[in-house]
C-alpha cells in the first residue's frame, strides 16, 4: 500500500504522514507467502521476531518497542515495553488472541523532556518538575464531513519514568491549537 498512498498523496504530504504515523505491526499469525517478509522487521515469521535477536537489533537499537492492544486505556496492564526483543509468552498470547482481540507492534519513543510548573497539593506552592509529555488529541464530530480538533490533553510525569501513564505524580494540562 506504500506506492498507492506515495502516489495519492504526493512526495511531500507522504514523508509528512511517515513523520507522524509510528511504524506499526498488526501480529497477524497468518503465514505469509514464502518468498515475501513483513515489510520494516524483515522477518517472515513472528516466531523470528520472538526468538532471534539478530532479527530485531535494529528495531530496538534507538527505540524500545510496544506491544499493545488497540484501544488499550493508557496506564493500563496491556502496554509492555520491550527494550531488546519481545518475549515469546507475550508475542504467543498476541497471536492466539488474533482476530478476536489483536495487538499491534509499534516503535517505542520516550516522549521529550520539558519543564512544568504546578501547584503542589500537600505544600500549597507552585513548584517545577522535569518531566515526560505524552500529547491526547480530542477530536469532535460534527456531523458526518466535519470533524474538528476540540483541544489537547498535555500528560507529565517525572523523567525517571520509562512510559507515560496514569499516575499519582502526573500533572495534567489542557492545552489547544493556537488559531496563528
Same mark, same amino acid.
Given at each position: 500500500?506504500?506506492?498507492?498512498? #506515495? #502516489? ?28 515475501? /517478509? ?10 523470528? =521476531? ?8 535494529? =528495531? ?52 521529550? =523532556? ?15 518538575? #522535569? ?25 507529565? /510525569? ?9 499516575? #499519582? ?12
Amino acid at each position: 500500500m506504500q506506492e498507492f498512498w #506515495r #502516489r495519492e498523496l504526493g512526495e511531500r504530504h507522504w514523508l509528512a504522514l511517515r513523520r507522524l504515523i509510528p511504524r506499526t505491526w498488526v501480529l497477524d499469525p497468518a503465514p505469509i507467502p514464502h518468498h515475501a /517478509v513483513i515489510p520494516g522487521l524483515e522477518i517472515q515469521d513472528w516466531n523470528e =521476531l520472538k526468538n532471534s535477536a539478530k532479527n530485531n537489533v535494529n =528495531l530496538c537499537s534507538r527505540s524500545a518497542v510496544s506491544l499493545k492492544k488497540p484501544g488499550a486505556v493508557v496506564g493500563s496492564l496491556s502496554v509492555p515495553i520491550f527494550r531488546t526483543r519481545p518475549g515469546p509468552i507475550v508475542i504467543d498470547e498476541a497471536l492466539r488472541s488474533f482476530p478476536r482481540n489483536p495487538y499491534i507492534l509499534q516503535r517505542f519513543h520516550k516522549g521529550k =523532556l520539558y519543564n512544568q510548573r504546578f501547584l503542589n497539593p500537600t505544600t500549597g506552592l507552585i513548584e517545577s518538575m #522535569r518531566g515526560r509529555v505524552r500529547l491526547c488529541p480530542y477530536y469532535f464530530v460534527v456531523s458526518e464531513h466535519d470533524i474538528r480538533l476540540g483541544g489537547v490533553l498535555a500528560t507529565i /510525569v517525572p523523567a525517571d519514568k520509562k512510559i507515560v501513564h496514569g499516575m #499519582r505524580d502526573g500533572v495534567l494540562v489542557p492545552a489547544a491549537v493556537s488559531p496563528d
